[in-house]
């Protein structure tokens, strides 16, 4: 939606300013597909995954060297998917490493993973924002991520988040299946 109060008044933020400013300055966004592995098996999903750690997911080095190079690009935004990319070991780490070279690190999750522990760390390394996926009422969400309970447990991330003090946002995948639900 464009806030178009915040744009008129000279109140947008970084992510307004890149959507709608006509100034040709403005680097692109990054996302880093950092895994593969997922705890869900969405029906929607476009990227095959799964429990598995991919032969292709680059080391928490390789990562480091990857978000550097893109501070060297002045890439103003990295956001990290997958995937859930809750499930890297090294996310806060990398998270972290964004900030150090003046990346603003942004997190697109299922939002189950996230407890008080994890969203305290998110908080601590620096995150930026956290989006987190919804696709409907409980019923249909639990059918859609083909996980039982993944509603509640999305709930109670976002709630973690906002008690973390995290600047969040619901996303949403609309199908045909759910156009009316949401």
Do not use: W
């Not at 990295?78 to 780490?93: A, K, N, Q, W």
């Not at 083909?146 to 946002?169: D, E, L, P, V």
Request: charged share 20%.
């Amino acid at each position: 939606m464009i806030n178009v109060s915040k744009l008129y008044c000279g109140l947008a933020g970084q992510s307004d300013a890149l959507r709608y400013s006509s100034e040709k300055t403005h680097r692109p966004i990054a996302v880093y597909n950092c895994t593969v592995r997922c705890n869900l098996k969405c029906l929607h999903c476009y990227s095959s995954s799964g429990a598995s750690k991919s032969a292709s997911e680059l080391s928490t080095s390789q990562a480091k060297e990857l978000i550097s190079q893109l501070a060297d690009y002045r890439c103003p935004v990295v956001l990290f998917s997958g995937g859930e990319p809750l499930l890297r070991e090294d996310i806060f780490e990398l998270i972290a490493h964004a900030g150090k070279v003046g990346i603003k690190a942004v997190l697109s999750t299922n939002g189950t993973l996230i407890d008080r522990s994890r969203a305290a760390r998110l908080a601590g390394a620096g995150i930026s924002y956290v989006g987190i996926s919804i696709d409907g009422p409980e019923l249909f969400h639990d059918k859609f991520r083909a996980s039982k309970g993944s509603f509640q447990a999305t709930m109670q991330g976002f709630a973690n988040c906002r008690k973390a003090g995290i600047r969040m946002g619901l996303r949403f995948t609309i199908t045909k299946h759910n156009a009316g639900q949401i």
